[in-house]
């Protein structure tokens, strides 16, 4: 289905709007292949996933227990070459871009 409506913001996955014809939709993102880095445990392991990740500038998505990224298949082996644990799954990335500037 596609809807053109004039929103102020961009729609994102949860919301929910009413239709001109009264109807009420609920946006359900699609679950892509992402990958999860788990919350680093200790502060080296801390210190080199924000220095990896930030000098990347990628999007990043930060949970209570996991950094979620969205997959790319470069950033899974270069995660390999440095030794940051994580794994490749799929779910719902909610994180935009946090600036313009990307590598």
Not at 59 to 87: C, F, M, N, W
Request: with cysteine; proline share 3%; net charge negative.
């Amino acid at each position: 289905m596609e809807l053109a409506y004039g929103l102020r913001t961009a729609a994102k996955h949860g919301d929910y709007f009413k239709g001109v014809d009264g109807s009420c939709y609920h946006i359900q993102q699609l679950a892509e292949e992402i990958i999860e880095v788990p919350m680093p445990q200790s502060l080296e392991m801390a210190a080199k996933v924000g220095w990896y990740l930030g000098n990347q500038h990628l999007a990043v998505e930060v949970r209570a227990d996991k950094i979620i990224l969205e997959y790319v298949h470069t950033l899974a082996k270069s995660l390999d070459r440095i030794g940051i644990p994580y794994q490749v799954t799929q779910g719902v990335f909610l994180c935009g871009m946090h600036s313009s500037h990307t590598h």
